[in-house]
């Protein structure tokens, strides 16, 4: 091409406080979001905070931590939100079952190709939901399998889902937080990358610098809270001054 155009990508930083009821269904989120250049440490503490007031108000409430396997969304939330911080007993941690599905679905299309996948996918699903020995067992049937290597394309599906069920089944008893009344999906999250950031800041034409950007990230994040009265509040509060007739 004439004029050659680098792309590069870079993560922006979303989550959400959401609560839910006993069986688990979300009933409302607070939404936060960071542009790349922003700090996903300094939004994992004002979810804390948020965390230690909604506690205050209901102390009986359950604290689980939900995301996907990423290293270094794990490594943020870890320093961050802990129990001793928001003052609870335990913080449960727990990465979303329907990323381990995704990887576990593709590597059952390599084991038992498309006609048996669906079934076998449903038959694991079912056993994560209900028994806390499920990922170790799911790790050794794909093992016996011998088709860890197999590539497709450039990657090697079995191999992955077995590294991802390794790397994360300390945060993947689906059944004891299902006992609990526990969430075990991120799907809150999952909409908040969309609403926050995709439906705003990657629509044809939009232009952005990481200060500006993440400024309207902030202010998004507020109207879709329902937390917009309060915050224009606070942030004009400073800016008000008394206007005392002189004449």
């Keep these: 091409p004439k004029r050659p155009v680098d792309r590069v990508y870079r993560m922006a930083w979303c989550g959400s406080v959401t609560l839910h009821d006993r069986e688990g269904h979300a009933l409302g989120s607070i939404r936060y979001g960071r542009m790349p250049g922003g700090s996903g440490l300094e939004m994992c503490e004002t979810m804390a905070?948020?965390?230690?007031?909604?506690?205050?108000?209901?102390?009986?409430?359950?604290?689980?931590?939900?995301?996907?396997?990423?290293?270094?969304?794990?490594?943020?939330?870890?320093?961050?939100?802990?129990?001793?911080r928001v003052g609870v007993k335990q913080v449960t941690r727990l990465v979303d079952l329907w990323h381990l599905m995704e990887k576990l679905g593709t590597a059952a299309r390599v084991i038992h190709g498309e006609g048996k996948a669906s079934q076998v996918v449903s038959r694991w699903k079912l056993r994560l939901l209900n028994s806390g020995k499920a990922t170790s067992e799911i790790w050794?049937?794909?093992?016996?399998?011998?088709?860890?290597?197999?590539?497709?394309?450039?990657?090697?599906?079995?191999?992955?889902?077995?590294t991802y069920l390794a790397n994360n089944a300390d945060r993947m008893n689906y059944a004891a937080a299902r006992r609990a009344g526990l969430a075990v999906g991120s799907g809150n999250i999952e909409a908040t990358c969309k609403s926050l950031v995709t439906m705003r800041m990657k629509r044809p034409g939009a232009r952005w610098k990481e200060r500006t950007g993440n400024e309207m990230l902030q202010l998004r994040a507020l109207g879709q809270s329902s937390r917009w009265p309060?915050?224009?509040?606070?942030?004009?509060?400073?800016?008000?001054?008394?206007v005392r007739r002189a004449s």
């Design 140 to 162: 050794a049937e794909l093992k016996s399998s011998g088709k860890e290597q197999v590539r497709v394309g450039d990657t090697r599906p079995v191999h992955e889902a077995m």
């Design 49 to 84: 905070d948020d965390v230690v007031g909604l506690l205050e108000k209901a102390k009986d409430l359950k604290v689980v931590k939900l995301a996907d396997g990423g290293a270094d969304v794990w490594k943020v939330m870890d320093e961050v939100v802990t129990a001793e």
């Design 230 to 242: 309060d915050g224009m509040a606070l942030t004009l509060a400073p800016l008000r001054r008394a």
